[in-house]
């Protein structure tokens, strides 16, 4: 099989200049990093295109990865929006979810990283808790240093033999979570892949056939030697492994 080729998905905001705004599509390197590594071409996908052009863009590739970024706008849930809800861009999540739902009608594997496991959960019909962080919580807020960004900060104990259990070789992870919201009502289509100790839904996988992962830790962020087995583990779902 030729090397595989796996769409990513961008994050849209503006940067502020002195002579006005302009708007960005940007994707942190980790991530680029993460599927080269893997043995992977990744293949950058602009945020918010229209939902129509969907199908054409995932038939293009062999996986996809659903990357971290802004907030779900909670109207896409049926939620009335609170106070801890930002950076939401309705244009975007509707972009994602026709992704995540042509991915599912083509077969094509999946890996959610942070917002992705948010979006992935939405887009099968799930809910999001808009707020999860507490002062000297296990979620505690993060600081954007990138020291606290790469910081392990608590453990996720996988499901006995969840895809993940065998993906790790370990029944848990010390994870670098940075979300402030999460799952609260997890689809029907997918079962709890892990957990923390406070009971939070930290990772997921879809039931069936599909092969469709989401954690709400940032693999990419960590070194090769830990953020490989997830990207690989994508890798060998698209060759067929």
Known sequence: MT???VGLTTWRGRLETD???D????????????????????IMFAAGQ??????????????????????????????????????DDPAVDEFEIALVREARALGKPVL?????????NVALGGTLNQEVTSEGGLHAPVQGDPVSLNQRRHEVRFEPGSVLAEVYGSNELSV???HHQGVEHLADDLVV????SDGLIEAARCRGAWWAVGV?????????????PLFTALRHAIEGG
Do not use: F
């Open 112 to 120: 959610a990283i942070c917002r992705g496991l948010q979006l992935l």
């Open 193 to 196: 892949e892990g957990r923390t």
């Open 176 to 178: 670098n979570t940075l």
């Open 50 to 87: 229209s939902p129509r052009d969907a199908g054409r863009l995932v038939a293009m590739v062999d996986g996809l990865v659903l990357t971290g970024g802004g907030d779900v706008d909670p109207a896409v849930y049926g939620s009335t929006r609170d106070q801890a809800t930002y950076g």
């Open 216 to 228: 709400q830790w940032h693999p990419e962020r960590l070194d090769a030697g830990h953020h490989k």
């Open 19 to 21: 002579t006005g705004s």
């Open 3 to 5: 090397t595989p080729l």
């Open 23 to 42: 708007l960005l599509h940007s994707l942190a390197d980790h991530y680029v990093t993460a599927v080269v590594d893997s043995g992977m071409v990744p």
